[in-house]
């Protein structure tokens, strides 16, 4: 077997085996497949497709990459929660401490931005000192000793997905459904999850634009969890605009601090409650789904998901003065506003485009080795169905230099569409599949 036959059979549309999907995998992990050559073979996969055989024989291949962390000396039912891309997604800095703060186990590795989509690891990043690359011991240690961990995929569990994700984001390859399902499930299966809940993000600012796609998505993570006897639950996200108001690393954390503080944007506030009383459900901790909202929400009032938030980030060496005082943060040079040219009511704000900018001002990554500017980004003022008026703020944007300043702010004024009628804005939740 060699590498060349196999980029050549899937070049030529044919179904690939579990030994040359192996071979491929455990090649590249120990290097010697080189670069270029699964390049090529992953376009192959990305346009000619992969089958669910496939799909599921590259996700064992890249989950066993490595170790498969056994966290069963917790003896507790360890939930796991991914999501699969968006803009603005900030939800799992606000959903797991909560979680954590309930009695839900959380160990949680966590991926970099890909694409125009933001990463949890580049923000956790973005408060200083804050360690995401610490060992496997460790990792467990902190979950048994305060109940919670989010780390980067550094550590030795599933590296073949950790090579392929950062790959498939510079050759432009990320929006497959076999791909972004294998790439999710290998992660999960290698951290040791009993169980798993996903946000399945659908729109114009996710890799999944249509409910169709997002659906198939969602069977496709649940056939495989079953596959490996890991209950797999997919609540369908709407990721139509920017969710809640910030895009760009610090200021995600700093939104994310605020909403642990209480101070909830809707559709932020909707997919933490939808996933967290899910989560919770399959923790064994609470059958009602609706109770344990409620739950959730005494833990914002009473402070201790903030609690178990700071407990965390001083557990793995960040430094908590800028969690009780987000003021610290350091700011970009230059936060200036984009203002509506005309009154009326906001009709869209395209996500993946907003993301492009965020990108582009230096959020994100363009190539794999790029490195991020954690202070700059975009802040909404309005969401979709709000009124404007003429001169009003619809966003800041931060930067660091002038040229991309302007650039932003111009894009922003076409990105962001204002109308003369209101219209309803649709509602976060799309459904749940199991
Ligand atoms: N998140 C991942 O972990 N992998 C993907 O491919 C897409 C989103």
Redesign the pocket.
């Known amino acids: 077997m060699n590498i060349l036959e196999i980029i050549e059979k899937k070049r030529n549309k044919n179904e690939l085996t579990k030994q040359e999907i192996e071979f491929f995998i455990n090649g590249y992990v120990k290097e010697e497949v080189a670069d270029y050559q699964v390049s090529a073979l992953v376009m192959a996969m990305f346009l000619n497709g992969l089958t669910k055989q496939e799909t599921t024989y590259l996700t064992l291949a890249m989950a066993n990459s490595g170790e498969i962390l056994d966290l069963s000396k917790l003896d507790k039912i360890i939930v796991d929660k991914?999501?699969?891309?968006g803009v603005g997604d900030k939800v799992s800095i606000c959903l797991l401490p909560l979680v954590a703060s309930i009695g839900v186990p959380v160990a949680k590795m966590s991926?970099r931005g890909?694409g125009f989509?933001g990463g949890t690891v580049d923000k956790l990043n973005s408060i200083p000192g804050y360690k995401t690359d610490i060992d496997i011991n460790s990792f467990v240690k902190n979950v048994d000793n305060i109940g919670i961990s989010m780390i980067s995929q550094t550590i030795n569990l599933a590296p073949a997905?950790k090579k392929l994700?950062a790959l498939?984001d510079s050759i432009s390859c990320?929006e497959n459904i076999s791909?972004?399902a294998s790439?999710?499930m290998s992660?999960k299966i290698a951290s040791g999850a009993d169980k798993i809940v996903l946000d399945v993000t659908c729109g114009k600012g996710a890799?999944m634009k249509n409910i169709d796609d997002a659906k198939l998505l969602a069977n496709e993570m649940i056939e495989i969890g079953r596959l490996v006897d890991r209950e797999t639950v997919c609540v369908l996200t709407n990721m139509d605009e920017p969710l809640g108001y910030a895009v760009g690393n610090n200021l995600e954390v700093i939104e994310a601090i605020e909403f642990l503080k209480g101070s909830m944007p809707q559709d932020l506030k909707d997919v933490v409650l939808e996933l967290g009383s899910h989560m919770i459900n399959l923790a064994g901790l609470g059958e009602n789904l609706e109770e344990n909202k409620v739950k959730l929400l005494e833990n914002i009032k009473n402070g201790n998901g903030f609690k178990k938030f700071v407990e965390m980030v001083k557990n793995q060496g960040g430094d908590i003065a800028f969690l009780q005082d987000v003021d610290k943060f350091p700011k970009a040079k230059y936060i200036k506003p984009v203002v509506a040219i005309k009154e009326g009511y906001i009709y869209e704000m395209n996500a993946e485009d907003i993301g492009k900018v965020a990108c582009n001002l230096g959020a994100g990554r363009v190539k794999k080795e790029d490195v991020i500017d954690y202070t700059v980004g975009i802040k909404l003022c309005k969401k979709v169905s709000n009124k404007v008026l003429q001169g009003e703020c619809l966003a800041y944007v931060y930067a660091n230099d002038v040229k991309s300043l302007e650039l932003s702010i111009s894009k922003l004024q076409d990105i962001i569409k204002i109308g003369d009628n209101k219209i309803e804005r649709l509602s976060t939740i799309f459904g749940i599949c199991r």
Do not use: A, E, N
């Open positions: 991914h999501s699969t891309g991926g890909l989509t997905d994700y498939r990320v791909l972004i790439s999710i992660k890799f």
